[in-house]
């Protein structure tokens, strides 16, 4: 393409090459386009009309500067076009501005950009909004024959997103993660946190930001293990996931009091079972906003914790990011401009209940992208809850939950609502992260309803959010956990059993339970969770039916129990798995083409995993089902965990599934103790 002579019509587009330090600039037709080496086997492309490259934008990336390099990039300029070989990777620009990434070692096409039209547009496209905001696009060619992955975590069951329509927006249960790993062998950020959507049509992907300043994206070419290392190197490293949290959590919407919640522990430690964590859900506090205990709910939450620390287990809190006018701290921050503004109107950003008050307030979300108001609200959380010994929070609607979600209305500290949006939920996590590094804590763990590229590296836990209670939600769960895992966060759980309802009395909820239990206890994060019914009305007084594993009868109880047991003694497995995750970015829920590229099937298979390298999980996702089907991976041998049969790989085998048991097969001879 790029040694012919340009179409008559574009030749007037001819731009300009020129050197600079890691790769080169195009300019032309008033765009300044740069391509530099940005980390090993990986580039970042940046485009502005109208000025110079603008830095220190916001974005995902770790460093506002490009990393060293073990080995300097090559820079060629010819008369025609120029290239920047960076490892693995090279990017070839023609005359006329347009790039195109191939394999360095073959020259096999990666990625190329595509005009919209011969004529006009281009395959970056500026709607201007004035002020040097733009609505921007960037398009590249579709490949029929390829799978696309990652993007975070969505509920719409699609694990290849080929096809798919996506918005790039925060809400409970969609996270936007814009970061894509391609089954041509390369991966993709859009490293922008503007409002907006990708589409990956078949005749083509489109990128769009509602509104933002710069066109900024990031590649990196490799195999699917290189590809999570390359992202991890570039958005930054998990922490090493404390041994206590790969035990099991306890959680419910809600335990009303302290006495409620110790009584649950108690009676976990009266039947021998370990409990890691146990969670303080909302209204548990004055007023929202206020960061603090109830009194009258609980009296003395130090002697809380000090109990809890006699059976091994930790109290976690929910800390919400919004403020109730009746908070004694929201004049001051409104008056200190800590909140998130409008362009329009008051500041609120929702309605909420509150105690005191029997009709709903209108709260007001602070500022995560503000480092003030970031440390005025952990210097609460310190005060308040650190002090009594709690070091585990839980981040709740950090979305921000707005209703109505109106990003056009919002000022951020870091700039407008539609170009910012969407980095909220990794600033809040940045808060609990840097606030407990600054008290000298060096295990970081907080549990986020919401994330985004590079919360991985404050110690986020990611959950989906508030699902519903059936065997197509958590058929749904696995695709969204990969999904979530290709897209850099190795940290994530679900609600075990679902959020919305579910009823304990239920022999039907009850087949439910025990099969997500089971997913539970192999996933990274082990943690039940939500409102059973019958619950109370919703308010400051709401609570759900008891979710406890004895709640659901003593079979249930029993193979629950069971896996609690089975979780503690692979431990070791586990915590050799988070150190992977810790120094090379591989996450422990794997799918099956991370370790196995070449078998064409490892890129199709959404309803099993494998945890770390060598234990494959297959969760059983219909009722009635005690036979399982499991396709095992081409490239290895495998033996079932519960029988010791052993199987070649490359084939589907046909295993039994009582309701006691999930399907696990251990990988080329590896010894874990699944049975006992």
Same mark, same amino acid.
């Given at each position: 393409?790029?040694?012919?002579?340009?179409?008559?019509?574009?030749?007037?587009?001819?731009?300009?090459?020129?050197? *600079?330090?890691?790769?080169?600039?195009?300019?032309?037709?008033?765009?300044?386009?740069?391509?530099?080496?940005?980390?090993?086997? *990986?580039?970042?492309?940046?485009?502005?009309?109208?000025?110079?490259?603008?830095?220190?934008?916001?974005?995902?990336?770790?460093?506002?500067?490009?990393?060293?390099?073990?080995?300097?990039?090559?820079?060629?300029?010819?008369?025609?076009?120029?290239?920047?070989?960076?490892?693995?990777?090279?990017?070839?620009?023609?005359?006329?501005?347009?790039?195109?990434?191939?394999?360095?070692?073959?020259?096999?096409?990666?990625?190329?950009?595509?005009?919209?039209?011969?004529?006009?547009?281009?395959?970056?496209?500026?709607?201007?909004?004035?002020?040097?905001?733009?609505?921007?696009?960037?398009?590249?060619?579709?490949?029929?024959?390829?799978?696309?992955?990652?993007?975070?975590?969505?509920?719409?069951?699609?694990?290849?997103?080929?096809?798919?329509?996506?918005?790039?927006?925060?809400?409970?249960?969609?996270?936007?993660?814009?970061?894509?790993?391609?089954?041509?062998?390369?991966?993709?950020?859009?490293?922008?946190?503007?409002?907006?959507?990708?589409?990956?049509?078949?005749?083509?992907?489109?990128?769009?930001?509602?509104?933002?300043?710069?066109?900024?994206?990031?590649?990196?070419?490799?195999?699917?293990?290189?590809?999570?290392?390359?992202?991890?190197?570039?958005?930054?490293?998990?922490?090493?996931?404390?041994?206590?949290?790969?035990?099991?959590?306890?959680?419910?919407?809600?335990?009303?009091?302290?006495?409620?919640?110790?009584?649950?522990?108690?009676?976990?430690?009266?039947?021998?079972?370990?409990?890691?964590?146990?969670?303080?859900?909302?209204?548990?506090?004055?007023?929202?906003?206020?960061?603090?205990?109830?009194?009258?709910?609980?009296?003395?939450?130090?002697?809380?914790?000090?109990?809890?620390?006699?059976?091994?287990?930790?109290?976690?809190?929910?800390?919400?990011?919004?403020?109730?006018?009746?908070?004694?701290?929201?004049?001051?921050?409104?008056?200190?401009?800590?909140?998130?503004?409008?362009?329009?109107?008051?500041?609120?950003?929702?309605?909420?209940?509150?105690?005191?008050?029997?009709?709903?307030?209108?709260?007001?979300?602070?500022?995560?992208?503000?480092?003030?108001?970031?440390?005025?609200?952990?210097?609460?959380?310190?005060?308040?809850?650190?002090?009594?010994?709690?070091?585990?929070?839980?981040?709740?609607?950090?979305?921000?939950?707005?209703?109505?979600?109106?990003?056009?209305?919002?000022?951020?500290?870091?700039?407008?609502?539609?170009?910012?949006?969407?980095?909220?939920?990794?600033?809040?996590?940045?808060?609990?992260?840097?606030?407990?590094?600054?008290?000298?804590?060096?295990?970081?763990?907080?549990?986020?309803?919401?994330?985004?590229?590079?919360?991985?590296?404050?110690?986020?836990?990611?959950?989906?959010?508030?699902?519903?209670?059936?065997?197509?939600?958590?058929?749904?769960?696995?695709? *969204?956990?990969?999904?979530?895992?290709?897209?850099?966060?190795?940290?994530?759980?679900?609600?075990?059993?679902?959020?919305?309802?579910?009823?304990?009395?239920?022999?039907?909820?009850?087949?439910?339970?025990?099969?997500?239990?089971?997913?539970?206890?192999?996933?990274?994060?082990?943690?039940?969770?939500?409102?059973?019914?019958?619950?109370?009305?919703?308010?400051?007084?709401?609570?759900? *039916?008891?979710?406890?594993?004895?709640?659901?009868?003593?079979?249930?109880?029993?193979?629950?129990?069971?896996?609690?047991?089975?979780?503690?003694?692979?431990?070791?497995?586990?915590?050799?798995?988070?150190?992977?995750?810790?120094?090379?970015?591989?996450?422990?829920?794997?799918?099956?083409?991370?370790?196995?590229?070449?078998?064409?099937?490892?890129?199709?298979?959404?309803?099993?995993?494998?945890?770390?390298?060598?234990?494959?999980?297959?969760?059983?996702?219909?009722?009635?089902?005690?036979?399982?089907?499991?396709?095992?991976?081409?490239?290895?041998?495998?033996?079932?965990?519960?029988?010791?049969?052993?199987?070649?790989?490359?084939?589907?085998?046909?295993?039994?599934?009582?309701?006691?048991?999930?399907?696990?097969?251990?990988?080329?001879?590896?010894?874990?103790?699944?049975?006992?």
């Amino acid at each position: 393409m790029s040694d012919e002579a340009p179409l008559a019509s574009l030749a007037h587009e001819e731009g300009e090459f020129r050197a *600079a330090p890691g790769g080169l600039e195009w300019t032309g037709r008033q765009e300044t386009l740069r391509i530099e080496a940005w980390g090993a086997d *990986a580039l970042r492309v940046r485009s502005r009309v109208g000025g110079p490259i603008l830095d220190a934008l916001p974005g995902a990336l770790v460093a506002e500067t490009a990393p060293p390099l073990d080995t300097e990039p090559t820079v060629v300029i010819g008369t025609r076009e120029a290239t920047v070989v960076n490892g693995a990777v090279t990017a070839t620009i023609s005359a006329i501005g347009r790039i195109t990434f191939t394999r360095t070692a073959d020259g096999t096409e990666l990625l190329a950009e595509q005009d919209a039209h011969f004529w006009w547009p281009g395959p970056r496209l500026r709607t201007a909004h004035g002020n040097g905001y733009a609505r921007l696009e960037q398009r590249f060619a579709a490949y029929p024959d390829e799978r696309l992955y990652g993007l975070g975590q969505h509920q719409h069951g699609l694990y290849d997103q080929k096809g798919a329509v996506v918005e790039l927006v925060q809400r409970n249960s969609e996270v936007s993660i814009p970061f894509l790993v391609s089954s041509r062998g390369y991966g993709f950020l859009w490293n922008n946190p503007a409002i907006g959507r990708v589409e990956l049509a078949v005749n083509g992907t489109r990128w769009v930001a509602d509104s933002a300043r710069q066109l900024d994206y990031w590649i990196t070419a490799g195999s699917p293990a290189q590809i999570q290392r390359n992202y991890a190197d570039a958005t930054g490293h998990a922490p090493l996931l404390p041994e206590w949290a790969a035990g099991f959590w306890q959680c419910k919407l809600r335990y009303k009091s302290q006495e409620e919640l110790l009584e649950v522990a108690r009676e976990y430690h009266r039947r021998g079972l370990p409990l890691a964590v146990i969670v303080a859900d909302f209204f548990h506090w004055t007023h929202l906003g206020e960061w603090r205990f109830d009194p009258a709910e609980w009296p003395d939450p130090q002697a809380a914790v000090k109990e809890l620390e006699q059976y091994g287990t930790r109290l976690m809190v929910s800390v919400w990011p919004s403020v109730s006018p009746l908070s004694e701290f929201h004049a001051e921050m409104e008056r200190r401009g800590l909140f998130i503004g409008t362009e329009f109107g008051p500041v609120a950003h929702a309605d909420w209940p509150d105690k005191g008050i029997d009709k709903t307030v209108q709260v007001a979300f602070y500022d995560a992208t503000n480092p003030v108001a970031r440390e005025f609200v952990w210097s609460k959380v310190r005060e308040n809850y650190l002090s009594l010994g709690i070091e585990v929070f839980w981040a709740d609607a950090c979305e921000p939950e707005l209703k109505p979600g109106y990003s056009a209305n919002l000022r951020y500290h870091a700039g407008p609502g539609l170009e910012v949006g969407n980095m909220y939920p990794r600033e809040n996590s940045r808060m609990f992260h840097e606030g407990m590094l600054t008290e000298g804590r060096t295990e970081v763990v907080t549990l986020n309803r919401s994330a985004w590229a590079g919360s991985q590296r404050y110690g986020a836990i990611l959950w989906s959010g508030d699902i519903f209670t059936d065997f197509e939600t958590l058929r749904k769960q696995i695709p *969204a956990g990969l999904n979530t895992a290709l897209s850099g966060i190795p940290w994530w759980n679900t609600d075990i059993g679902g959020f919305h309802g579910g009823d304990p009395t239920s022999p039907d909820y009850r087949e439910v339970m025990v099969r997500w239990f089971q997913f539970g206890a192999f996933s990274p994060i082990f943690r039940l969770h939500g409102v059973r019914s019958p619950a109370t009305a919703f308010g400051p007084q709401m609570t759900g *039916a008891p979710n406890e594993i004895w709640s659901y009868g003593e079979e249930a109880a029993e193979i629950m129990a069971s896996y609690i047991a089975l979780r503690e003694r692979i431990k070791p497995y586990i915590a050799e798995v988070m150190r992977d995750a810790h120094e090379s970015g591989a996450t422990p829920m794997r799918p099956f083409f991370v370790e196995f590229p070449d078998d064409p099937k490892a890129w199709e298979i959404d309803t099993a995993y494998l945890f770390g390298p060598d234990l494959l999980v297959a969760p059983v996702l219909e009722a009635g089902a005690r036979e399982w089907t499991v396709y095992l991976p081409s490239g290895a041998s495998w033996r079932d965990a519960w029988t010791g049969q052993e199987y070649d790989g490359g084939q589907s085998v046909t295993v039994d599934a009582p309701l006691e048991r999930i399907p696990l097969f251990l990988r080329d001879g590896a010894v874990l103790p699944i049975a006992e």
